[in-house]
């Protein structure tokens, strides 16, 4: 029989009281479950109580999801049988939902990626969970991080021609300004089951605009003005001001703030004078955030008897949060996890990018890696493979996300450091032939500054 595994996984009791209660500070499974059960009446009227199963499921960091499967009855013009959701549900409040909306509906009218459909959503708290929320169908297959290490090397190379498929495809999809999807209005704003999603989708800034909640670091929270045609350079700096602006409203050492993204900004403009933000019409390209394999679902198709029969195919493309348009060199950041076993259960690698480049000793990583590479082609291996565009992946991250932790202030060291090896500091390049740096280096003084921060309130 083939496998249908969900894409969600059953938690404990004790998992479920502490994720929903103890990090989220949200109502517990345990009670919350009767609200959705109400949602769930509401919206297959005609389906017996007893016809619905409501279960818990780990969600994310930004969502609560709880599965949700309908048996239809048997009845005239119906498919009995049971049907299966997922209920995501935003964790925190004042979080909008349109842009993931605004999203799976882009996705499904431009390309041909298999992803979840949006079969209900409320965008009000006029409902009986009293958030607002959308329903998705639950795609068949299981997570490729549990599977990808066990399959043989047919099966990973035939998984490997079908990524690559995926992300031409996302390449192809180009706009004239960078941003996020999103979606100005809808119609209806409640969309009950089957009803179909009908938004005005369109391309929103990077959250330049920092007016969101106070002493909210989170993306999500701020306010996308509409998206302008800019270069890279202008984009990365328009960033620095506003995380600029955000820190010094909730920061108490201004003059540390504004020299702090003052030096981030030379440095941008020093890579623009180095020529690693060239741009033309077509450089924002459609891009996943996190094309990991947690988020990638596979399943077996025309197994027999005779496993062999049977081919692995990929099912559904998930979690598409904050995916817009992005400069060419961080829509190129290449999935080195195809080619190595350095990944753990989440599918992050825990070695270097830069040692991922190389060609692998072992000839099944390196097979990998080159089929991956030839389908690709080289307008996208330059990119990937390029030390100018490694930079400034990192820096678009930094300019992205901003600084909150240690582990990204540690992130930033790296960088300096690895830059002050590669080309020098920022005074140095800009004022002095290479035989004569003797200045005070860049990576130290911005070291500084990061101790700086230290016990200010935006900084944890």
């Known amino acids: 029989m083939s496998q249908s595994i969900s894409s969600e996984t059953p938690a404990s009791k004790s998992d479920i009281s502490r994720t929903s209660t103890y990090l989220y500070a949200q109502e517990p499974f345990e009670t919350f479950q009767h609200r959705v059960r109400v949602l769930c009446t509401n919206l297959w009227p005609s389906v017996p109580p007893n016809a619905i199963t409501i279960k818990h499921m780990f969600g994310g960091s930004y969502n609560r999801v709880i599965g949700i499967t309908v048996s239809t009855p048997h009845a005239p013009g119906c498919v009995a049988g049971p049907s299966e959701y997922v209920l995501r549900i935003p964790r925190y409040a004042g979080t909008r939902i349109e842009p993931e909306l605004a999203t799976i509906s882009f996705i499904q009218d431009n390309t041909t990626i298999p992803i979840p459909a949006v079969v209900s959503f409320d965008l009000t708290r006029e409902n009986p969970i009293e958030h607002s929320y959308n329903i998705q169908s639950r795609m068949p297959g299981v997570r490729l991080d549990k599977i990808y290490k066990t399959l043989s090397q047919a099966e990973r190379l035939s998984i490997v021609r079908q990524l ?11 706009s004239p300004t960078p941003g996020f999807l999103d979606a100005s209005r809808f119609v209806p704003r409640h969309g009950g089951t089957g009803g179909g999603l009908v938004p005005e989708v369109l391309v929103v800034g990077f959250g330049t605009n920092i007016v969101g909640l106070k002493g909210s670091r989170d993306p999500r929270h701020f306010e996308d003005g509409p998206a302008k045609s800019k270069s890279t350079c202008q984009l990365l700096i328009d960033q620095f001001d506003g995380w600029q602006a955000f820190d010094l409203r909730n920061s108490c ?6 020299e702090f993204y ?3 900004r030379a440095l941008t403009r020093e890579m623009e004078r180095l020529g690693f933000l060239k741009d033309s019409e077509t450089s924002f390209a459609l ?9 990638i679902l596979a399943h077996k198709e025309g197994q027999g008897d005779d496993d062999e029969t049977s081919v692995w195919k990929i099912s559904a493309v998930l979690d598409w949060d904050r995916t817009g348009f992005m400069p060419w060199p961080v829509v190129c950041t290449p999935p080195t996890w195809i080619w190595s076993d350095s990944w753990g259960d989440d599918g992050e690698d825990d070695e270097d990018e830069a040692v991922l480049w190389e060609t692998p000793d ?10 991956f590479d030839s389908l690709m082609g080289t307008a996208y291996t330059d990119h990937a493979y390029s030390a100018q565009c490694r930079f400034v992946r990192r820096l678009f991250y930094f300019a992205s996300y901003g600084f909150n932790t240690d582990q990204q202030y540690k992130y930033l060291d790296k960088f300096y450091e690895e830059w002050k090896e590669a080309y020098g500091t920022i005074e140095e390049a800009q004022e002095a032939p290479v035989s004569k740096r003797n200045k005070r280096s860049f990576y130290r003084r911005t070291s500084n500054f990061r101790d700086k921060f ?4 935006c900084v944890q």
């Open 262 to 264: 003052g030096r981030l």
């Open 454 to 457: 230290r016990g200010c309130c």
């Open 362 to 371: 072992d000839p099944e990583f390196r097979e990998r890696k080159e089929l």
């Open 253 to 258: 050492r201004e003059e540390t703030t504004v």
């Open 287 to 295: 891009f996943h955030p996190d094309f990991a394999p947690r988020n």
């Open 164 to 174: 690559a498929h995926i992300l031409l495809e996302m390449h192809n999809v180009r």
